[in-house]
């Protein structure tokens, strides 16, 4: 048992945002965060990249992608070094040897985000695919951040 050297009160801490899959578009973003990991079964390593949109409705908004770079499946790693190629593309790096994930950290590039359903509970999850800025574009479908009442709230806000 432990006596605190603080009173915490719970109805003054705000809630969680609630976590909401991004609609599908393009967005700018960039690598803000990166690790090279075990994968939780012990047989591979997973690349996980913390990215943050950087413009839009979305911007602030932080999305995580992990590419299993090492793993028994070889359709789940042929799909994560298809991704790192593409990611490489986008940042310009794919030129060169690619050994540190921090080479890939703040370099905007293009998100195209899909959506799919997962295998193990039906939820919608979040796809992506990296493209250079200067790539085409697509127009994002995304609701209005203006309505007759004001600005509205980003979705992950309270």
Same mark, same amino acid.
């Given at each position: 048992?432990?006596?605190?050297?603080?009173?915490?009160?719970?109805?003054?801490?705000?809630?969680?945002?609630?976590?909401?899959?991004?609609?599908?578009?393009?967005?700018?973003?960039?690598?803000?965060?990166?690790?090279?990991?075990?994968?939780?079964?012990?047989? =591979?390593?997973?690349?996980?990249?913390?990215?943050?949109?950087?413009?839009?409705?979305?911007?602030?908004?932080?999305?995580?992608?992990?590419?299993?770079?090492?793993?028994?499946? *070889?359709?789940?790693?042929?799909?994560?070094?298809?991704?790192?190629?593409?990611?490489?593309?986008?940042?310009?790096?794919?030129?060169?040897?690619?050994?540190?994930?921090?080479?890939?950290?703040?370099?905007?590039?293009?998100?195209?985000? =899909?959506?799919?359903?997962? *295998?193990?509970?039906?939820?919608?999850?979040?796809?992506?695919?990296?493209?250079?800025?200067?790539?085409?574009?697509?127009?994002?479908?995304?609701?209005?951040?203006?309505?007759?009442? =004001?600005? *509205?709230? *980003?979705?992950?806000?309270?």
């Amino acid at each position: 048992m432990a006596d605190l050297d603080f009173v915490f009160i719970a109805s003054e801490i705000p809630e969680r945002p609630e976590f909401t899959v991004l609609p599908v578009g393009e967005y700018t973003a960039e690598v803000t965060g990166s690790d090279y990991k075990p994968t939780k079964s012990g047989n =591979g390593k997973y690349i996980e990249l913390e990215f943050i949109i950087l413009d839009g409705e979305y911007a602030g908004r932080k999305y995580w992608d992990r590419l299993n770079v090492q793993h028994e499946n *070889k359709t789940a790693m042929d799909i994560a070094n298809n991704s790192l190629r593409d990611l490489l593309e986008a940042t310009g790096l794919s030129s060169q040897p690619f050994s540190k994930t921090i080479t890939l950290h703040n370099i905007p590039v293009k998100l195209k985000i =899909g959506m799919s359903k997962r *295998k193990d509970t039906g939820e919608d999850q979040n796809t992506v695919r990296y493209k250079p800025l200067g790539s085409p574009t697509v127009s994002a479908i995304r609701p209005s951040s203006v309505s007759s009442d =004001g600005p *509205k709230k *980003k979705p992950w806000e309270k």
